[in-house]
């Protein structure tokens, strides 16, 4: 069964940061991509779970699989994201390009 994760993003003066929520997940298990502007989380998290009880034994296992992909807000550079792992939470930090100067162009109207 895949779930989405929950997930808050926001942007700061130069960068995007994405929280995401992912707990019980090992670090290693986490996979993140920025590619297009596009951010793509996907973790894997296995629950083992032993129970004996009155005589019988039950042994329950269980794999989650987690995937989100959302667009980000705005332009940015890809290559240079940064992720952290703490306490269940994945926090992306990916910095915003600079802004493309605008140049006004005077355009002439042609009388006829």
């Given at each position: 069964?895949?779930?989405?994760p ?14 995401v929520?992912?707990?019980g997940v090992d670090?290693?298990n ?28 039950r042994?329950?296992?269980g ?5 989100r992909?959302?667009?980000?807000p ?6 240079k994201?940064?992720a ?5 939470v ?10 493309k100067e605008?140049?006004?162009k ?6 006829k």
């Open positions: 069964m895949i779930r989405t929950r997930m808050d993003i926001y942007e700061t003066d130069g960068e995007v940061v994405a929280e929520e992912l707990p670090p290693k986490i996979e993140v991509e920025v590619k297009d502007n596009v951010l793509k989380v996907e973790a894997k998290a296995e629950e083992k779970k032993e129970v004996k009880e009155k005589g019988y034994y042994k329950e296992m794999a989650r699989y987690f995937k992909q959302v667009s980000l705005t332009d940015v550079i890809g290559e994201a940064e952290e792992y703490t306490d269940g994945l926090k992306v930090t990916v910095p915003k390009t600079k802004p605008v140049k006004e005077k355009i002439k109207i042609k009388v």
